[in-house]
């Protein structure tokens, strides 16, 4: 893994995220990780040979710009942009990127339309279908996963499996406070398959920088943890925020307090 540089949005001398890069296999893996104030949400921007794959767009339009400079530094047109999934901090930045299609399933944008109206960039509401399954870009096997009803009603998952990476966005958080989600129970069995996978090692996230596979371990014990303090008959919100970080005194109080 590089050290990160730093991000700049085409003339805007304020820095806001961080690049982290590696190669794998004939890739280079471009993370966009934007700052505390956006959720250090990601952009990962795939380079293939003579194209690029991206997932997500950020947060802000600030944010989401600097991933347009970082693709306009590369110098390759994008092949498939995709929306991970329904979530503000991962499909707001989109506006920076009219020009890119965000491609999505039908329920996820029906999500976002629910949920921002108007506010609905084009590139997302006009934005051609996914096709789940096994697809190929530029000779290069991919293959795109939906998982129901984990920390989002569906979540997109890519596979890279020559590459040995997975891109898992908020199917799997690093170090930091999370919500309860939708199915607890299974969004750990979901995990405990990942574990079992054989197709990859690197762990692309939503949130922050790359992980290992040993992060999903970290992500079950915490559901479990989660699932125990959240359930008990005296359980409340305020009770679950308390044992939580009692518990996980090093985790990073990023995002939300835990609310049922």
């Known amino acids: 893994m590089l050290a990160p540089e730093t991000a700049r949005a085409h003339n805007r001398p304020q820095t806001e995220g961080e690049v982290?890069?590696?190669?794998?296999?004939?890739?280079?893996?471009?993370?966009?990780?934007?700052?505390?104030?956006g959720l250090r949400a990601?952009?990962?921007?795939?380079?293939?040979?003579?194209?690029?794959?991206?997932?997500?767009a950020t947060f802000f339009p600030e944010t989401g710009a600097e991933v347009a400079e970082l693709i306009k530094q590369i110098g390759k047109p994008v092949a498939k942009a995709v929306?991970?999934?329904?979530?503000?901090?991962?499909?707001?930045?989109?506006?920076?990127?009219?020009?890119?299609?965000?491609?999505?399933?039908?329920a996820i944008?029906?999500?976002?339309?629910?949920?921002?109206?108007?506010?609905?960039?084009?590139?997302?509401?006009?934005?051609?279908?996914?096709?789940?399954?096994?697809?190929?870009i530029e000779g290069v096997p991919i293959e795109f996963r939906n998982i129901t009803h984990t920390e989002s009603n569906n979540m997109i998952v890519a596979v890279l499996p020559?590459?040995?990476?997975?891109?898992?966005?908020?199917?799997?958080?690093s170090g930091v406070y999370f919500a309860p989600g939708y199915d607890r129970s299974k969004w750990?069995?979901?995990?405990?398959?990942?574990?079992?996978?054989p197709a990859f090692d690197t762990l692309l996230l939503g949130h922050g920088t790359s992980s290992n596979r040993g992060e999903l371990d970290v992500?079950?014990?915490?559901?479990?943890?989660?699932t125990e303090v959240m359930d008990g008959p005296d359980a409340t919100p305020?009770?679950?925020?308390?044992?939580?970080?009692d518990a996980l005194c090093d985790f990073k109080d990023v995002f939300a307090p835990i609310t049922r």
């Not at 992500?219 to 989660?226: E, G, M």
């Open 20 to 37: 982290h890069r590696f190669n794998r296999g004939g890739v280079t893996f471009h993370t966009y990780v934007s700052p505390d104030r």
């Open 42 to 56: 990601t952009a990962h921007v795939i380079e293939l040979k003579n194209k690029i794959l991206l997932i997500d």
């Open 83 to 106: 929306l991970s999934h329904e979530h503000p901090d991962h499909w707001s930045g989109a506006v920076a990127m009219r020009d890119v299609p965000f491609e999505t399933l039908p």
């Open 109 to 136: 944008r029906a999500d976002v339309v629910q949920e921002a109206g108007d506010r609905i960039p084009t590139n997302v509401a006009n934005s051609p279908d996914l096709v789940l399954g096994h697809a190929e």
């Open 162 to 173: 020559e590459q040995r990476v997975v891109v898992v966005q908020d199917l799997v958080f």
């Open 188 to 197: 750990i069995r979901d995990l405990e398959s990942f574990r079992d996978d």
């Open 219 to 226: 992500a079950i014990q915490y559901l479990k943890l989660l």
């Open 238 to 245: 305020e009770k679950a925020v308390k044992a939580m970080q």
